[in-house]
């Protein structure tokens, strides 16, 4: 009997030390798997930035004065739209042909309306953008900053300088990449391998913006996401979309949570 309770006992004790074993290899598989977040990638409207509506007035003045429409621009659903998408709409209400000649005449315009309107429009930063972003980069290992917007790329620049924040962004994806907002995030993927790895794999990439389309379009590339309520919709519209962090601005979330310290617990294991 003394021999058959003490092998069960060594029996249990084998079996604590071999469960023990599992949940430490699981542990370390799981820290093995954290991969560091390399790029944050930020919409502007409404993210980064209130114009004070001056694209969407730059929008308005620029069919008035080049193509005699001076109507319609008002009636337009501008948030987490594109501009290649915004000014083919208006061409369609219109029937005025979308002829590469048009849209060409129409982006030559418009940047001219965009920075003279932004001289004498009241704007400003989205809440906590500038400190948001000076924690991203006193982070040890800090990401490369980006920007996944709707607005063509001189149109951001415009934007973006007229604020002080242009000079942080390295890399991105615009309107001049693709219609599309999903492809312009591809486009921003790409880009971002270019400039930083080639083996950069979208979990290494944070998207935030303040629309649903922000959140999808992030998700398309297998990004995660991070929703901000200080522009187009609402906290209650973005929570069903399932971001990785939805929060009513940048000051309810820290540069740590979205990118944590936690680093490869092998630094021989290549995750690319």
């Not at 006193?138 to 001189?154: D, E, H, K, R, S």
């Not at 990439?205 to 297998?222: H, Q, R, S, Y």
């Not at 000051?251 to 310290?261: G, H, V």
């Amino acid at each position: 009997m003394r021999r058959t309770a003490w092998r069960g006992k060594n029996f249990r004790r084998r079996r604590t030390i071999k469960n023990g074993e599992e949940r430490g290899h699981r542990r370390r598989q799981r820290l093995t798997c954290v991969r560091m977040v390399r790029l944050v990638l930020f919409d502007i409207d409404g993210t980064l930035v209130h114009t004070g509506h001056a694209g969407t007035k730059a929008f308005a003045q620029t069919f008035a004065h080049i193509f005699g429409l001076k109507h319609g621009a008002e009636k337009m659903k501008f948030a987490g739209r594109t501009d290649i998408s915004l000014v083919r709409e208006f061409f369609k209400i219109h029937g005025v042909p979308e002829s590469r000649d048009n849209f060409q005449q129409f982006f030559e315009n418009y940047v001219f309306w965009l920075e003279h309107i932004l001289g004498h429009s009241i704007g400003r930063e989205c809440e906590g953008v500038r400190n948001f972003i000076a924690d991203l980069l006193a982070l040890p290992q800090p990401p490369v900053l980006g920007l996944l917007t709707g607005n063509i790329c001189l149109g951001a620049e415009i934007k973006l300088r007229h604020f002080g924040l242009w000079d942080y962004f390295v890399t991105g994806g615009f309107a001049d990449d693709h219609e599309e907002r999903n492809h312009i995030a591809v486009a921003a993927l790409a880009r971002g391998r270019r400039v930083l790895d080639p083996h950069l794999q979208p979990q290494e990439i944070v998207v935030i913006g303040d629309t649903p389309f922000d959140v999808k379009c992030g998700k398309f590339i297998g990004a995660k996401t991070l929703a901000v309520a200080t522009g187009g919709s609402k906290f209650e519209e973005l929570k069903p979309c399932g971001a990785d962090w939805t929060v009513q601005d940048l000051t309810q979330i820290s540069a740590r949570d979205i990118c944590p310290r936690t680093v490869p617990a092998n630094p021989g294991i290549n995750l690319g």
